[in-house]
């Protein structure tokens, strides 16, 4: 696994922050030649280091390219496998990305409008959104299957998924799968905030005084590995993907839809038997929108029945905000946690209960369970769901 | 040529990712670590710095059998008083 995020630029201190409740959420101002704005962001510090050991076709990538190719670099490292000759050709790499070069394109406009000035000659090559993918099958040698999944925020779930699909299909034996996402930047936050559904404070996912979302960046990208080839060269398995599921709405481009969200947890879960729901976690999609929670809560319940209740259901996003198309990725990264350690991530900001959610949301701080299946759920804007389900080995 | 050839010898050198050094018109092409991003920039800022229109197409190769510095900024001299 590998995560670059707000809570902590690699797995290790992304855990520390999760498990901790801490909230990486702040006021920040950002500029575009004479305009700015200020809004609750969750934003990535101190990577320029690492950026400077990177490649140097990545060193010149967009941010989103970079956070991913972080990201990979540790996710890699812990695979243990060598990327040579042969397992390049049969490696995959489905790396997702909810909108791509986001600021590029912004400095770009920046560069025509306010200064009279053509885009940077590398701006396409640093925009278009399979940047990030192609960039990883650059670095690792790979050669299989490798493309972008776009998806709104359920991006990385779906390149997740996807990619299981491709190493079932026996198209792949071992795959980069997840997401990344980038748009801390003028342009992107004013179309975000004139969609009014931005925070002025911070994400309160499932609180009744919950404001709307803030927007965070950064990177999980997992390495998926055909379970007879992981095991043939004794690699340290850290679970199982044991569950897919994805569909549409069908319905509308903004509000979401308690039958889709259903049927995509329910598809997620066809061949898991669950015998005792106070050991799943669902880690949530939690956005901590008016519409979002109550109509995900009524998702659950309908999934799990009368089993909901004992549920630890939690939105992470309340610590590392909505990481958008890398959403599914990182919180894919916190399902597998819980998973392997027996601790549930909070729901932070957590402080005052709304009748129409009411489930076991794990506020404000972590707690011990022992957890047989962790469920990642994504629910994207345009109606399109997907949710990953993990098991331990 | 006598004139651009410090503007294009500097342009060459902010986009060298692999030199090590100051470049000059002996320096082999292979030790500058120009990649297929360095090309497109290079052009761009001969373009900016120099005020003109290089009719480069980054299909072609017009560099292809260039041994050192000197012969890219001869080549580059030749695309601008195209």
Not at chain 1, 62 to 75: I, V
């Amino acid at each position: 696994m590998g995560a670059v995020t707000p809570l902590g630029a690699s797995v290790a201190d992304f855990r520390e922050g999760l498990f901790a409740g801490r909230c990486a959420i702040q006021k920040r101002e950002y500029k575009a030649d004479r305009f700015s704005l200020t809004v609750p962001v969750a934003p990535i510090d101190g990577l320029e280091a690492r950026i400077k050991e990177l490649s140097p076709q990545l060193m010149r990538a967009d941010r989103f390219s970079q956070l991913a190719a972080l990201a990979a670099e540790e996710a890699a490292t812990q695979s243990g496998l060598e990327f040579n000759d042969a397992l390049g050709a049969r490696t995959a790499c489905i790396i997702g990305t909810g909108i791509g070069g986001q600021s590029t394109f912004d400095n770009g406009y920046i560069s025509m409008l306010c200064r009279e000035r053509r885009p940077h000659p590398l701006t396409i090559l640093k925009v278009i959104p399979n940047a990030a993918a192609s960039h990883l099958t650059i670095t690792y040698g790979v050669r299989g299957p490798s493309f972008a999944v776009s998806s709104a925020c359920a991006t990385g779930a779906h390149a997740i998924g996807v990619s299981a699909e491709l190493i079932k299909s026996g198209a792949a034996d071992v795959a980069f799968a997840g997401a990344s996402e980038a748009i801390l930047c003028y342009g992107a936050l004013e179309a975000w905030k004139a969609m009014h559904i931005l925070s002025d404070e911070t994400c309160r996912p499932f609180s009744k005084n919950r404001k709307g979302l803030v927007i965070g960046e950064g990177a999980g990208v997992l390495v998926l590995e055909e379970e007879s080839h992981a095991k043939k060269r004794g690699a340290d398995i850290l679970c199982r993907l044991a569950g897919f599921g994805m569909n549409a709405d069908g319905k509308d481009m903004i509000n979401p839809d308690v039958n889709g969200a259903a049927g995509a947890m329910s598809l997620a879960l066809k061949d898991i038997n669950i015998s005792d729901p106070s050991r799943v976690y669902v880690n949530a999609h939690g956005t901590g929108t008016l519409l979002n929670d109550p109509t995900e809560t009524k998702a659950i319940r309908s999934v799990f029945g009368d089993g909901a209740d004992a549920l630890a259901v939690s939105s992470t996003k309340s610590m590392h905000g909505h990481l958008l198309g890398a959403a599914g990725g990182i919180e894919a990264v916190t399902a597998i946690l819980a998973l392997r350690e027996g601790v549930v991530p909070p729901t932070v900001n957590y402080d005052e209960p709304d009748p129409e959610c009411d489930l076991d949301y794990v506020p404000n701080e972590a707690k011990e369970r022992d957890i047989a299946v962790a469920l990642s759920n994504s629910f994207a804007f345009g109606g399109l769901n997907a949710v990953t389900a993990f098991e331990k080995v | 040529m006598a004139e651009l050839e410090p503007t294009l010898l500097e342009i060459i050198k902010d986009h060298a990712v692999g030199l090590t050094g100051e470049p000059s018109r002996e320096t082999p092409i292979a030790d500058l670590g120009i990649d297929s991003f360095s090309v497109v920039e290079i052009i761009y800022e001969v373009e900016e710095k120099l005020g003109v229109e290089v009719p480069f197409n980054a299909n072609e190769n017009p560099f292809g059998d260039m041994a050192t510095v000197g012969d890219l900024i001869d080549a580059l001299d030749k695309l601008i008083k195209k």
